[in-house]
């Protein structure tokens, strides 16, 4: 148990925290959205007696600091006009203009939200509140549209961490808006208090989930897998399909970070654990917790880059640059883009099994790379050298890297006779998240974290 003067230091340190980063002018030139707020319950109160107005489910996933459970249902008790916990709140932007004058329904966003019905959060409360669960299409059932991110109880240190950065995480993305970054549809509990979280638009499986997932169709397709080693035949078929899937998720992946970038913003966790795919199989990047925004004040005048903590993110995607402590900036992103897309291709991990010490010599003082496969194209494989190159002024931004996977995207979708405009990889993307999605919540009643990513020291 905290004490009260330890509670009083703790929200200080936060509101520095959170005023500093909101400082920059991002939170000036970007509108915010307009958020409701949810009512959680405590612990120790009975259910009737309970202001929770959420009934959670199952995890879906942990981080470090953070788990995600699925919302099961959402019951509001708090009167329409009851004080509002996040009206002054610091964490969240107020919007800045009156919005949704025209009221036209049909226009949803990307996730079925229809964002125009809604004039105040009270409407959007009850909107959430009767449309909680959707209808599956092939009948098996319906499913949770939203999920709830909170701190995990692990030590009061990192409660305290996983508060600030989960009021940071909150801040970004009430204010981030590109359909390959996942939505923030309300937030819930008292502001900086452990019950806190943020409520996000549901995924149904992560991109390390989907790398799984092509590393078990490749094995079948290579001949390892029990029809080939019948009929003895690599499926070049299946094969290229792999990469064109691979080429396509790069490509949205990239279209977020080009979104991030240009508000001059960078992400620094970019990680097969950070991604994920909504009910339609369209990626979305999600986790904000390390986002930062890059202002005058951090700037670095001697290198051109930014004056920023060392060693954020996650060590098997860390660019040379960060894990050393020097000044870095966007080109960390790009760094870390470069393995993924490579890992994405390989199905397999660019340092797999390396130690802290390892990953120092090896890769960061030895600049060691994997090989890349030498059957992709050469704007492939010469993308994927210049995005972990070790200097960061020779990495490309994410403009070119967009336009060069653009066109990659192009010439696979003619060879495919696929449509370019990116219908058909919707549906056929969904099918598959789905299905692998079904088998994934069925192995998920013992979550273990996930390895990859971390280090042992
Ligand atoms: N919206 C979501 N829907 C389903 N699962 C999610 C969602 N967001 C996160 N997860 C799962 O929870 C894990 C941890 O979430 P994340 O936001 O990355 O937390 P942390 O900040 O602690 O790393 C993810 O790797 C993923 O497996
Ligand atoms: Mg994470």
Redesign the pocket.
């Known amino acids: 148990m905290a004490s009260q003067q330890e509670i009083a230091d703790f929200l200080k340190r936060a509101q520095t925290k959170l005023n500093e980063t909101s400082a920059g002018v991002f939170f000036q030139r970007n509108n915010a959205r307009l958020l409701p707020s949810f009512d959680r319950g405590s612990e120790d109160s009975d259910e009737k007696n309970s202001k929770e107005e959420f009934k959670l489910g199952e995890t879906?996933?942990?981080?470090?600091?953070?788990?995600?459970r699925?919302i099961t249902a959402i019951m509001l008790k708090r009167p329409t006009d009851a004080k509002d916990p996040f009206a002054s709140s610091l964490i969240l932007p107020l919007p800045k203009e009156t919005r949704n004058s025209d009221r036209d329904i049909t226009n949803t966003d990307e996730g079925e939200f229809p964002t125009n019905l809604f004039q105040s959060k009270d409407e959007i409360r009850k909107y959430m509140s009767e449309n909680f669960m959707r209808k599956d299409d092939d009948g098996l059932g319906n499913h949770p549209r939203y999920?709830l991110?909170q701190v995990?109880m692990v030590n009061m240190k990192q409660v305290e961490t996983?508060l600030i950065?989960l009021s940071l995480?909150a801040k970004f993305l009430s204010c981030l808006n590109h359909p390959n970054i996942?939505k923030l549809r309300g937030v819930a509990g008292e502001p900086l208090s452990p019950n806190f979280g943020l409520v996000?638009?549901?995924?149904?499986m992560?991109l390390?989930d989907q790398i799984d997932a092509w590393t078990a169709e490749k094995k079948v397709a290579n001949g390892t897998g029990l029809c080939a080693c019948l009929f003895g035949s690599v499926d070049t078929h299946a094969i290229s399909s792999l990469i064109f899937s691979a080429t396509t998720v790069a490509y949205d992946l990239s279209c977020a970070l080009r979104h991030i970038h240009s508000l001059n913003l960078v992400y620094r966790?970019i990680k097969p654990?950070?991604a994920?795919f909504d009910v339609r199989g369209d990626l979305k990047l999600?986790?904000m917790?390390f986002c930062k925004e890059l202002t005058n004040k951090i700037h670095d005048e001697q290198s051109g880059m930014y004056k920023l903590t060392q060693l954020t993110g996650s060590p098997p995607y860390m660019a040379p640059e960060n894990f050393l402590g020097k000044p870095y900036g966007k080109p960390v992103d790009v760094f870390s883009f470069g393995v993924l897309f490579w890992e994405m291709l390989h199905c397999k991990l660019a340092f797999y099994g390396y130690k802290f010490r390892e990953y120092q010599m090896r890769v960061v003082e030895g600049n060691y790379r994997p090989p890349i496969n030498e059957s992709l194209t050469s704007r492939v494989q010469e993308l994927i050298k210049e995005c972990w190159a070790p200097d960061p002024k020779k990495r490309p931004t994410f403009d070119r890297i967009c336009l060069s996977l653009r066109a990659e995207h192009g010439e696979l979708a003619n060879e495919h006779g696929e449509d370019q405009g990116g219908i058909t990889r919707s549906i056929r993307l969904a099918n598959k998240s789905v299905r692998s999605f079904r088998i994934h919540a069925k192995r998920r009643s013992s979550i273990e974290m996930?390895e990859h990513g971390q280090f042992e020291h």
């Open positions: 879906l996933g942990r981080g470090a600091f953070c788990e995600v699925e999920a991110k995990k996983g950065d995480e996942i996000l638009d549901r995924l149904y992560t390390k966790d654990e950070n994920g999600f986790d917790g996930s």
